[in-house]
């Protein structure tokens, strides 16, 4: 366990020198506004395992693919989970480089968080997020954040977690809003209303495909 309290420590004081990597990385290598989240993965990996390493915390394991989570383990006991998000300032809308307040990244689709906690716990899993500024003239590393990956999870307007309706991928916060959720509790009780306010939402919305006739027999299977 003390290997874990460590370890946190060191991981939330290291995004100030991760962003001056990154930083000096971009001037040496030609990243594409498109690719550059997935392309700045393995930079990321390769400065966490030395930055560990300084510090005497030289067991991890790296993510085979994007697929497999979390992107970077260290290997303490119980283990500390680390997913890298990016997400780009501006986006090109219209040939035009627009303002954005919200990259609208995949933060783990909702049926996939209970066996996310279970193998890890709640207050052992942290999310990277890479906030840049890619356009046509510019290139530069804004901010890293570090923190739970539940403070980076935004709420709908009806208080459940933000998802998207098709698979259930929760959605971020804004870059800059303060998180709504405080505490692995209330991440554990909006998992739970969203997954019930989800499912309400698809059953009303399909059930119209169903014939009148039928709905009612279909309705009592369901209790």
Known sequence: MGDLKKAKQVL???????????????Q???FNYVSFGTEIQPYISAFLADHFKKQGLINYAIAKDKNQFPDFTLKTSP?????????????LKDKKWIKCKNSENDMGTLNMWEKKL???GGDNIYYLFVIYHFDD???KIVEVQIDLF??????????ALRYREKDGNLRPKDFYADSPITTLEQFEDLRSGTDVYR???????????IPKKDRKKFLKELS
Request: proline residues 2%; charged residues 35%; aromatic residues 6%.
């Open 199 to 209: 499912s309400r939402r698809i059953i009303k919305k399909h059930i119209k495909h």
């Open 150 to 159: 539940y403070k980076f999870l935004a709420l709908n307007k009806d208080g």
């Open 137 to 139: 003239t510019i290139k």
């Open 12 to 26: 939330k004081t290291c995004h100030k020198p991760l962003k001056d990597h990154l930083q000096k990385t971009l």
């Open 79 to 91: 283990e500390l989970a680390i997913e890298y998000k990016c997400g780009n300032v501006v986006e």
């Open 118 to 120: 279970k193998q890890f």
């Open 28 to 30: 040496t290598r030609d």
